[in-house]
């Protein structure tokens, strides 16, 4: 399982991605330890990017070596992510594994990982260099995944997630935070829809329980 | 219909409520033309809220009687609400009825009469006055409401609309517009539900295109 950039597979009308969800133990090498590594708690861990690890331990006043959601946004704010409160959460969810609350710098290295992935998955899908996702983008970037979706649901992804204030007002495009919040939740409502679909005809029944659970739990 | 607060009805575990859908119309006198009234684009329409009108001429710089959902952010901001952008969106989806993508002054006035009614709701339910609405006054706001939701289902509630950024951070509890939201969505999801459950047995089937659709346009 990888966190990087998704890429296509499957067949429509939806489909399984390998994006989105982090592997569980992260890549990367555990913090200190190693013969000639820094001290525990002062320098960066072996083979850490230095200006990764001076956000981190900037935000980390206590120097516990874990960051609260709170000083992640900061962080995120420190490398240039000004992320709404929503996206926030939803990049808690998936690299806080053990649900402490806390992120620690293995997971933080990580989660940069997956933002810098994004990033790259965003520029290459905004073909116009605006700096934001259109409609049109969206479309092309969603089929790349592997989802061909109807003309009335990338309208709708395109109102809930665009950077517009309302219905119409649909100019700005998708900001870059948003972009990748419309994809996961793209991602997470097929996946929960595929998962019920036990037969593979297209059609799912479910109790109310089961359908709040689903909505509350897209991004 | 009307678009004050909630009141209780129904059984559970999910049923009507009649909040939250403005009534098309509006019950506000049309702005000007009477005898004595100030000339058209000039004063307050007759029995306007002097502050009200106030505020939206200030936000409606061309005078053209109707404000956009950027400018309708400033007025609610004018009158101390900071909204985060998906709920401005949700006040504009309820409010801007025939999709013009702006707000007329006699919306305005309905969408206020509106949110000091929510307001009024949120005092209410607040009972520790503290200013925001934790797991046990959210699961009495909507049992009042007539909705008898599980432990779990109301724990999702407080993780997605509360204002921590994460699973475990829920400390602050859930902010006005955030309350509202979380109200709002359960209405529209149990509704969405129950017109799919036509023989009211607690189940319904759907396909993938009516899930996405339902996922998709809840606040």
Redesign the interface.
Known sequence: MSYGPPYPYGTP??QQTPYGAPAPGGNYPPAGGYPGAAPPGGGAPVGADPQLWQWFTAVDVDQSGAI???E??QALLNGDWNF???T??ML??LF?VD???TITFDEFAGLWKYIRDWQNVFRHFDADRSGSIDGRELKNALEQFGYR??P??LR??E??YG???????LKPGMTFDRFVRACV?TKH??ES?QRM?EDRD????????Q????????P
Chains 1, 2 share one sequence.
């Open positions: 009308p939806y609260s959601a709170q992640l946004r709404d409160l929503d926030v959460k808690m969810t806080d649900r402490s609350g979706l109807t009335k649901i709708l992804l109102i809930k950077a517009g204030e309302s219905r119409v007002d939740a409502v097929t829809f679909d297209g059609w799912v029944q479910m109790n109310y329980e359908f709040m659970t689903v909505v509350l739990t897209a």
